[in-house]
DNA sequence: TATTGTTATACTCTATAACTATA
DNA sequence: TATAGTTATAGAGTATAACAATA
């Protein structure tokens, strides 16, 4: 099985309602998993059409990001950082260069290591993905006080599978 | 694009981490939907190799429990409930027919309709889902007192879209 | 031997379009 | 014409395994 994939952009049909009149959802309005899930997939669909034009998916945005603020960081950090496998991480750095966005460094002392480093390019077009997503995320939440979506986040950052002792 | 469908259980490679030690995250901390996303990735492991061995995944999951809970339900309502397209939802009633555990009936009145019913041998099956779930939700939530959960579960709710006026 | 990165391949899930049978 | 359901097909995204170069 693999994560609920989100959903591209679907067109004459079904759109997502997270709670339809007159239906009983027994079990699942008690799962926290689910009202996880239920909220992934209501986003997902706008962020997916509006990230879009600018060619960016979420782990791409993710990588971006990540090495705008640990310039150097190598691929496998990267990959173990975001949760793709490295196969996935290559796919994504390549598209990253090819977009002219990031470029890979040699790493002194390693020659088989990938230093990852935005470019100037790259580093305008984050700036454009994050004010989009920034202005995004702000209306997902704009149901929510200020103090309720900080309340929100640090809930979601206590949730997570028991440690693998 | 679509939804960052959930990941199979990777064997040699890479566990998610959250937050690693000593990396900067930049704007994404600061984003609600990134917080939901790490969330999401992070309970989709275990819900994954959890629910394997039942042959159960998150969109069956909440196919048997709607069509327990709305006996009758049309494919074409579960398809919109659950938030997939008509060719998916029909691959996994096909599947839940196969196990035994749903039944097509016809529909007086319309006859191009299927009123999808849970069998018996389908209810106890997804009685041994549904405790399961509920215990790994249980886990998930393990750091949250009850009415942190309860709150979490309450903001989630608030989280969407803006309306599509 | 283990690790970084890469390639090749198969699999899963989804979207799209086209079709049927009804309405 | 529109809708419920189905089939066929193609596309993303991921996992797996095998490999090269280096440690």
């Known amino acids: 099985m693999s994560l609920p994939r989100p959903r591209k952009t679907r067109k004459g049909a079904l759109p997502f309602d997270r709670h339809v009149p007159g239906i009983e959802y027994g079990v699942l309005d008690q799962l926290a998993g689910y009202a996880i899930r239920r909220a992934q997939i209501a986003i997902y669909e706008e962020l997916d059409r509006e ?74 077009h984050l700036q454009r993905a994050k004010e989009l997503l920034m202005k995004l995320d702000a209306g997902w939440t704009s149901r929510l006080s200020s103090s309720e979506r900080a309340t929100l986040m640090a809930l979601l950052d206590k949730v997570a599978p028991p440690l693998a002792t």
């Open 51 to 124: 990230l879009s034009p600018l060619k960016i998916t979420p782990p791409r945005f993710s990588s971006l990001v990540l090495i705008e603020g640990n310039p150097g960081v190598l691929q496998t950090e990267l990959a173990r950082i975001i949760g793709v496998g490295g196969p996935a991480m290559v796919a994504i750095v390549d598209y990253l260069q090819a977009q002219g966005w990031v470029r890979r460094e040699a790493h002194d002392g390693d020659r088989r290591a990938n230093r990852l480093v935005l470019t100037t390019k790259g580093r305008a």
